[in-house]
């Protein structure tokens, strides 16, 4: 009588080792496919974020500087008296390592807007500074604040100031005849601030003559705070009005 073969089947150790290989090199390119793309995704929502949060911060700017003016006081006769403006900045590239440590950071831009004063009717004086301030949390790049005000001597508007020899002005104006709201001018609360992280580089320049003018000159650069190839750059201009006088402030 013949023995029948029992015939059993199974995995030899190489077999198990070389599909445990397999299996591994598939697990690591999913892996190594999901972390891209999940890097893709993150990088380019902030992406598109920062480039809708940068274009709002420079319109904001440009608008407001390209509002900039001097205190005019309209007398009951019809007579009027007005006071020369300054309109101060930083000119040049300014860099993490260009900034002071502290809450006052670095003023890099100056100027006020008023309203006029007209036959006893209170006009509006909003200051309007921008600052670069470090930031709390990297030591590779900052924060710039935008910050309008009406008053100078409380709050955010005196940080501001601590220290600067800029003047907003040429000589007082009469600043009781200053004392509207600043809402009925289209100019927003009496007191705003408006910040924009993740900034590496800010260029500020100004160019003259031609027929644009005098004209501020606006580069801003940010980089995602955790992938540092992933950049957003963008520009904006600002028209000087005539007749303001131009300082560059390197405080």
């Known amino acids: 009588m013949k023995r029948k073969n029992s015939g059993q089947n199974g995995f030899t150790l190489i077999e198990v080792i070389v599909a445990a290989a397999i299996f591994s090199v598939f697990i690591t390119s999913v892996f190594a496919f999901y972390r891209m793309g999940s890097r893709m995704f993150t990088s380019g929502s ?9 274009e709002m911060f420079l319109n904001l700017i440009r608008e407001r500087a390209s509002r ?17 403006t300054n309109f101060g900045y930083a000119s040049g590239t300014f860099k993490v390592a260009d900034i002071p440590t502290g809450k006052t950071g670095k003023r890099l831009l100056c100027f006020a807007v008023t309203k006029s004063s007209i036959k006893g009717s209170a006009g509006v004086i909003m200051y309007h500074i921008l600052r670069a301030v470090k930031s709390d949390s990297k030591a590779t790049d900052f924060t710039l604040e935008f910050l309008s005000t009406t008053d100078l001597n409380t709050g955010d508007g005196a940080a501001f100031f601590t220290g600067s020899p800029f003047s907003f002005f040429t000589s007082a ?12 001018y289209n100019l927003g609360s009496k007191t705003s601030l408006k910040k924009i992280t993740d900034i590496t580089s800010l260029t500020l320049s100004m160019t003259t003559g031609g027929e644009g003018g005098t004209q501020l000159h606006i580069t801003l650069e940010s980089t995602h705070p955790k992938y540092e190839n992933t950049k957003v750059t963008q520009r904006a201009f600002a028209k000087i009005p005539e007749g303001l006088t131009v300082i560059v402030n390197t405080i």
């Open 173 to 184: 104006p009469t600043f009781s005849l200053f004392a509207g709201d600043p809402t009925e």
């Open 46 to 54: 902030w992406k598109q974020q920062k480039q809708k949060d940068s």
């Open 68 to 84: 900039a003016s001097f205190p005019v006081v309209v007398k009951n006769d019809g007579t009027f008296v007005e006071t020369a």
